[in-house]
T-cell receptor, first 117, second 118 residues
Framework: AQKVTQAQTEISVVEKEDVTLDCVYE???????LFWYKQPPSGELVFLIR??????QNEISGRYSWNFQKSTSSFNFTITASQVVDSAVYFC??????????????FGGGTRLMVKP | GAVVSQHPSRVICKSGTSVKIECRSL??????MFWYRQFPKQSLMLMAT?????????EQGVEKDKFLINHASLTLSTLTVTSAHPEDSSFYIC??????????????FGPGTRLLVL
């Protein structure tokens, strides 16, 4: 069975600080996908990134960067120079490839990030 | 691209009534949509997988007669909460599966529906 753990339930930082959100996953499959979603107070989940299990290259998108390490089963997310608008709940999720219609997502518990001005 | 809408965004109803929530993929076709439920300060719980043209697949513990799902077209899935009770009050979110380049897929989520049953 697959599992996603986000050990940090809440993080509070001051604006302009860098912050890293941890994500550790468990899966028996060799082919899988990892995701990060952002859920602002409005409730909508915003897709941030998808990474497949064969691509361990780190990715940077503006102030966001992701560090995928299969050796430690981790897919951590760093926000550089955080801003108040980054305040949200961030979810890490795992999807295994299977033969059924629709790969199901397993979500972590989420990390609530509060960025104070 | 990959926009998913959900309607209504908020609904308040009396106990015993039924409520229908619509989920639409606006700029892509989705053979598969998913329905989630989220309680305050908790993660998302998958309720069911909705497949166009076939019956939905429900997760363990989710009553199929309570939460009716209809995936009538490639862009529309509906969730009907029948005979709603206060314990059904929650945030319901749908997602639609979009195939990505070079394989793989991503779920794009709707804005959610807040249901309050009095």
């Amino acid at each position: 069975a697959q599992k996603v753990t986000q050990a940090q339930t809440e993080i509070s930082v001051v604006e302009k600080e860098d912050v890293t959100l941890d994500c550790v996953y468990e899966t028996r499959d060799t082919t899988y996908y990892l995701f990060w979603y952002k859920q602002p107070p409005s409730g909508e989940l915003v897709f941030l990134i998808r990474r497949n299990s064969f691509d361990e290259q780190n990715e940077i998108s503006g102030r966001y960067s992701w560090n995928f390490q299969k050796s430690t089963s981790s897919f951590n997310f760093t926000i550089t120079a955080s801003q108040v608008v980054d305040s949200a709940v961030y979810f890490c999720a795992l999807s295994e490839r299977n033969n059924n219609a629709g790969n199901m997502l397993t979500f972590g518990g989420g990390t609530r990030l509060m960025v104070k001005p | 691209g990959a926009v998913v809408s959900q309607h209504p965004s908020r609904v308040i109803c009396k106990s015993g009534t039924s409520v229908k929530i619509e989920c639409r993929s606006l700029d892509f076709q989705a053979t598969t949509m998913f329905w989630y439920r989220q309680f305050p300060k908790q993660s998302l719980m998958l309720m069911a997988t909705s497949n166009e043209g076939s019956k939905a697949t429900y997760e363990q513990g989710v009553e199929k007669d309570k939460f009716l799902i209809n995936h009538a077209s490639l862009t529309l899935s509906t969730l009907t909460v029948t005979s709603a009770h206060p314990e059904d009050s929650s945030f319901y979110i749908c997602s639609a599966r979009a195939l990505g380049l070079a394989g793989g897929e991503t779920q794009y989520f709707g804005p959610g529906t807040r249901l309050l049953v009095l």
